[in-house]
């Protein structure tokens, strides 16, 4: 079965810029999902962004629209998450995740749709 990994998170001052990337051990077919979740302390699981594998389709929340970035590198079964302008709201554990499309028309799903998960990597502001 496939596994998700995720790296690049760490601390970074307000305004400052990280990369995540998110690593399948396998080939992702184009009938899929992906995308990333992210859950601060005392907060629900939130949406951050997703795309379509196969396609440029993607979709942003709105408190990261303009400033966040996800892309692919297929052939590496890499997803990615471009963050810049960092705000301490961002400060979470980030997760990538993937679902089979279906006849569904967009990645903008709940958490509990999306079955399979990475381990989830620290996002964090320098004090």
């Known amino acids: 079965q496939v596994q998700l990994s995720e790296s690049g998170g760490g601390s970074v001052e307000t305004g400052g810029s990280l990369t995540l990337s998110c690593v399948a051990d396998r080939y992702t077919s184009s009938n899929t999902y992906a995308g990333w979740f992210r859950q601060a302390p005392g907060k629900e699981r939130e949406w951050v962004a997703c795309t379509s594998i196969g396609t440029s389709a993607t979709n942003y929340a709105d408190s990261v629209k303009g400033r966040f970035t996800i892309s692919r590198d297929d052939d590496q079964n890499t997803l990615y998450l471009q963050m810049t302008n960092l705000e301490p709201a961002d400060t979470a554990m980030y997760h990538c995740?993937?679902?089979?499309?279906?006849?569904?028309?967009?990645?903008?799903?709940?958490?509990?749709?999306?079955?399979?998960w990475g381990q989830g990597t620290q996002v964090s502001e320098t004090p």
């Open positions: 995740a993937a679902c089979v499309k279906g006849f569904r028309g967009s990645c903008f799903l709940g958490s509990d749709e999306y079955k399979t």
